[in-house]
Protein backbone atom coordinates (compact mmCIF):
# COMPACT_ATOMS: atom_id res chain seq x y z
CA UNK A 1 0.00 0.00 0.00
CA UNK A 2 0.88 3.64 -1.01
CA UNK A 3 1.91 5.79 1.83
CA UNK A 4 -0.27 9.51 1.90
CA UNK A 5 -1.17 11.80 4.57
CA UNK A 6 -4.29 11.90 2.80
CA UNK A 7 -4.89 8.42 3.98
CA UNK A 8 -3.26 8.65 7.04
CA UNK A 9 -5.38 11.73 7.91
CA UNK A 10 -8.71 9.57 7.02
CA UNK A 11 -7.37 6.80 8.87
CA UNK A 12 -7.14 9.11 12.03
CA UNK A 13 -10.37 10.73 12.32
CA UNK A 14 -12.06 7.17 11.43
CA UNK A 15 -10.58 6.31 14.84
CA UNK A 16 -12.08 8.79 17.09
CA UNK A 17 -15.30 8.99 15.63
CA UNK A 18 -17.36 6.18 17.34
CA UNK A 19 -21.48 6.08 16.83
CA UNK A 20 -22.94 6.54 21.07
CA UNK A 21 -24.43 3.38 21.66
CA UNK A 22 -28.49 3.02 23.22
CA UNK A 23 -27.93 3.56 26.71
CA UNK A 24 -31.42 4.09 27.79
CA UNK A 25 -30.93 7.60 28.66
CA UNK A 26 -31.76 11.07 26.55
CA UNK A 27 -29.17 13.38 25.62
CA UNK A 28 -29.37 17.15 25.36
CA UNK A 29 -28.66 17.26 21.81
CA UNK A 30 -31.10 14.45 21.35
CA UNK A 31 -33.73 15.99 22.80
CA UNK A 32 -33.69 19.52 21.24
CA UNK A 33 -33.30 17.81 17.73
CA UNK A 34 -35.52 15.84 15.25
CA UNK A 35 -37.27 13.19 17.80
CA UNK A 36 -37.72 10.74 14.86
CA UNK A 37 -34.10 10.33 14.92
CA UNK A 38 -33.17 10.35 18.58
CA UNK A 39 -35.95 6.99 18.66
CA UNK A 40 -34.14 5.05 15.86
CA UNK A 41 -31.03 6.27 17.72
CA UNK A 42 -32.45 5.04 21.08
CA UNK A 43 -33.32 2.03 19.60
CA UNK A 44 -30.43 0.21 18.38
CA UNK A 45 -31.75 1.11 15.06
CA UNK A 46 -29.20 0.17 11.79
CA UNK A 47 -27.46 3.14 10.11
CA UNK A 48 -28.49 3.47 7.07
CA UNK A 49 -26.77 6.09 5.98
CA UNK A 50 -23.06 6.38 7.38
CA UNK A 51 -21.35 9.52 8.27
CA UNK A 52 -18.86 10.05 5.37
CA UNK A 53 -15.18 10.40 6.11
CA UNK A 54 -15.08 14.60 5.94
CA UNK A 55 -17.96 15.30 8.07
CA UNK A 56 -15.52 13.20 10.28
CA UNK A 57 -12.52 15.37 9.70
CA UNK A 58 -14.75 18.66 10.04
CA UNK A 59 -16.10 17.14 13.10
CA UNK A 60 -12.51 16.47 14.46
CA UNK A 61 -11.52 20.25 13.39
CA UNK A 62 -14.25 21.31 15.43
CA UNK A 63 -13.44 19.35 18.79
CA UNK A 64 -9.62 21.17 18.34
CA UNK A 65 -10.99 24.18 17.83
CA UNK A 66 -12.93 24.05 21.14
CA UNK A 67 -9.82 22.57 22.70
CA UNK A 68 -8.39 26.27 21.71
CA UNK A 69 -11.00 28.20 22.58
CA UNK A 70 -11.24 26.39 25.75
CA UNK A 71 -7.50 26.99 26.49
CA UNK A 72 -7.97 31.16 26.16
CA UNK A 73 -10.76 31.31 28.46
CA UNK A 74 -9.73 29.37 30.94
CA UNK A 75 -6.83 32.38 30.89
CA UNK A 76 -9.29 34.32 32.43
CA UNK A 77 -9.97 32.82 35.80
CA UNK A 78 -8.67 35.68 38.04
CA UNK A 79 -9.27 38.23 35.92
CA UNK A 80 -12.96 38.28 34.35
CA UNK A 81 -14.09 35.00 35.64
CA UNK A 82 -13.57 33.27 39.34
CA UNK A 83 -13.99 29.84 38.35
CA UNK A 84 -14.07 28.03 34.99
CA UNK A 85 -14.43 24.17 34.19
CA UNK A 86 -14.46 22.70 30.77
CA UNK A 87 -15.80 19.82 29.51
CA UNK A 88 -17.86 18.99 32.39
CA UNK A 89 -20.46 15.87 32.94
CA UNK A 90 -23.99 16.92 33.39
CA UNK A 91 -27.21 14.24 34.48
CA UNK A 92 -30.87 15.00 35.53
CA UNK A 93 -32.26 11.99 37.27
CA UNK A 94 -35.77 12.32 37.44
CA UNK A 95 -35.89 12.67 33.30
CA UNK A 96 -32.68 10.42 32.42
CA UNK A 97 -30.28 13.05 30.93
CA UNK A 98 -27.01 12.37 30.56
CA UNK A 99 -24.77 14.83 28.26
CA UNK A 100 -21.47 16.89 28.06
CA UNK A 101 -21.36 20.74 28.21
CA UNK A 102 -18.66 22.81 26.44
CA UNK A 103 -18.25 24.78 29.96
CA UNK A 104 -19.67 26.36 32.96
CA UNK A 105 -18.40 29.59 33.82
CA UNK A 106 -18.68 31.67 37.54
CA UNK A 107 -18.32 35.05 36.86
CA UNK A 108 -17.37 38.06 39.04
CA UNK A 109 -20.84 38.59 40.09
CA UNK A 110 -21.62 35.23 41.43
CA UNK A 111 -23.85 34.51 38.86
CA UNK A 112 -22.84 31.40 36.05
CA UNK A 113 -23.66 30.49 33.04
CA UNK A 114 -23.22 27.78 30.03
CA UNK A 115 -20.77 27.96 27.44
CA UNK A 116 -21.56 25.42 24.11
CA UNK A 117 -18.86 26.07 21.54
CA UNK A 118 -20.32 25.76 18.02
CA UNK A 119 -17.96 25.58 15.06
CA UNK A 120 -19.38 27.09 11.76
CA UNK A 121 -17.64 27.92 8.51
CA UNK A 122 -17.58 31.72 8.01
CA UNK A 123 -20.14 31.78 5.40
CA UNK A 124 -22.80 30.75 7.64
CA UNK A 125 -22.60 34.32 9.47
CA UNK A 126 -24.33 36.10 6.77
CA UNK A 127 -27.25 34.12 6.81
CA UNK A 128 -27.78 36.26 10.41
CA UNK A 129 -30.22 33.50 11.86
CA UNK A 130 -28.04 32.95 15.07
CA UNK A 131 -28.72 30.90 17.45
CA UNK A 132 -30.20 28.00 15.69
CA UNK A 133 -33.01 27.43 18.09
CA UNK A 134 -32.27 23.84 18.88
CA UNK A 135 -28.57 24.86 20.05
CA UNK A 136 -30.89 27.37 22.43
CA UNK A 137 -32.49 24.62 23.56
CA UNK A 138 -29.72 22.01 23.74
CA UNK A 139 -28.06 24.81 26.01
CA UNK A 140 -31.23 24.99 28.27
CA UNK A 141 -30.89 21.26 28.74
CA UNK A 142 -27.98 21.52 30.07
CA UNK A 143 -28.33 24.76 32.24
CA UNK A 144 -32.03 22.26 33.66
CA UNK A 145 -29.41 19.68 35.04
CA UNK A 146 -27.23 22.23 36.67
CA UNK A 147 -29.83 24.09 38.42
CA UNK A 148 -31.55 20.94 39.33
CA UNK A 149 -28.78 18.49 40.33
CA UNK A 150 -25.47 20.76 40.06
CA UNK A 151 -21.95 18.93 39.73
CA UNK A 152 -21.88 16.66 42.64
CA UNK A 153 -18.34 15.42 40.94
CA UNK A 154 -16.64 19.35 40.87
CA UNK A 155 -18.60 19.99 44.35
CA UNK A 156 -20.76 22.36 42.80
CA UNK A 157 -24.28 22.55 44.44
CA UNK A 158 -27.94 22.88 42.55
CA UNK A 159 -27.25 26.14 41.14
CA UNK A 160 -31.43 27.49 40.93
CA UNK A 161 -31.53 30.98 39.89
CA UNK A 162 -28.45 31.80 39.99
CA UNK A 163 -27.95 29.76 36.80
CA UNK A 164 -30.58 31.42 34.10
CA UNK A 165 -28.45 31.97 31.29
CA UNK A 166 -26.31 30.43 28.35
CA UNK A 167 -23.84 32.05 25.40
CA UNK A 168 -23.68 30.56 22.85
CA UNK A 169 -20.32 30.73 20.93
CA UNK A 170 -20.04 30.57 17.44
CA UNK A 171 -16.32 30.47 15.71
CA UNK A 172 -15.74 30.07 12.00
CA UNK A 173 -13.10 27.44 11.66
CA UNK A 174 -11.62 29.30 8.80
CA UNK A 175 -11.29 33.23 10.09
CA UNK A 176 -11.84 32.44 13.99
CA UNK A 177 -14.99 35.20 13.69
CA UNK A 178 -17.02 34.57 16.64
CA UNK A 179 -20.01 35.90 17.49
CA UNK A 180 -21.46 35.24 21.38
CA UNK A 181 -25.36 35.39 21.69
CA UNK A 182 -27.05 34.95 25.41
CA UNK A 183 -29.81 32.46 25.78
CA UNK A 184 -31.72 33.31 29.08
CA UNK A 185 -33.34 29.86 30.68
CA UNK A 186 -37.48 30.46 30.70
CA UNK A 187 -40.24 28.70 31.71
CA UNK A 188 -41.29 27.72 28.28
CA UNK A 189 -37.86 26.25 27.25
CA UNK A 190 -38.44 24.37 30.60
CA UNK A 191 -41.65 23.15 29.67
CA UNK A 192 -40.66 22.31 26.24
CA UNK A 193 -38.07 20.40 27.62
CA UNK A 194 -40.25 18.34 29.52
CA UNK A 195 -42.60 18.23 26.95
CA UNK A 196 -39.93 16.54 23.93
CA UNK A 197 -38.73 13.59 27.06
CA UNK A 198 -42.42 13.03 27.63
CA UNK A 199 -43.06 12.20 23.62
CA UNK A 200 -39.68 10.46 23.35
CA UNK A 201 -40.88 8.41 26.52
CA UNK A 202 -44.30 7.19 25.49
CA UNK A 203 -43.18 6.24 21.54
CA UNK A 204 -40.00 4.26 23.73
CA UNK A 205 -43.00 2.78 25.59
CA UNK A 206 -45.40 2.63 22.57
CA UNK A 207 -42.73 0.85 20.17
CA UNK A 208 -43.97 3.66 17.69
CA UNK A 209 -42.08 7.02 15.81
CA UNK A 210 -42.64 10.69 16.19
CA UNK A 211 -43.12 12.23 12.89
CA UNK A 212 -40.79 13.51 11.10
CA UNK A 213 -39.60 17.37 10.63
CA UNK A 214 -42.08 19.10 8.43
CA UNK A 215 -41.27 19.62 5.23
CA UNK A 216 -40.15 23.21 3.85
CA UNK A 217 -40.11 25.06 0.60
CA UNK A 218 -36.67 25.73 -1.06
CA UNK A 219 -36.79 27.34 -4.81
CA UNK A 220 -40.51 27.13 -5.00
CA UNK A 221 -40.64 23.57 -4.21
CA UNK A 222 -41.22 21.24 -1.24
CA UNK A 223 -38.07 20.04 0.27
CA UNK A 224 -37.24 17.91 3.16
CA UNK A 225 -35.60 19.99 6.06
CA UNK A 226 -31.91 20.56 5.83
CA UNK A 227 -31.48 17.94 8.62
CA UNK A 228 -32.33 15.05 6.85
CA UNK A 229 -29.36 15.23 5.14
CA UNK A 230 -27.51 14.99 7.90
CA UNK A 231 -29.87 12.24 9.61
CA UNK A 232 -27.84 8.44 9.35
CA UNK A 233 -31.37 7.20 9.26
CA UNK A 234 -32.61 9.31 6.13
CA UNK A 235 -33.36 6.30 4.00
CA UNK A 236 -34.84 4.25 6.80
CA UNK A 237 -36.78 6.97 7.37
CA UNK A 238 -38.34 8.01 4.41
CA UNK A 239 -38.15 4.89 2.13
CA UNK A 240 -39.14 2.20 4.69
CA UNK A 241 -40.96 3.17 7.64
CA UNK A 242 -44.44 5.02 7.46
CA UNK A 243 -44.82 9.01 8.90
Not at 69 to 77: E, F, M, P, S, T
Not at 82 to 110: C, K, Q, S, W
Not at 226 to 241: A, E, F, I, K, T
Request: proline share 5%; aromatic share 8%; glycine share 8%.
Amino acid sequence: MTFSVATALDDHVRGRFDEREPDGLWHPSSISGCLRQSTYADRGTAVTNPREVRSMRILRVGHLLHGFVQDAVLGQIGQTLRRYFPEIAVAHARLGIVGHTDGLAEMDNGTWEVHEYKTINSMAFKYNDLPKPDHELQACVYIKCIREYGLPELSVPPLGEALSRARLIYVSKDDLRIEECTVFYTEAKDQEIERRIGVLQSHREAGSLPGRLPMTVKKGEEARAWQCGYCPYQSRCWDVDDD
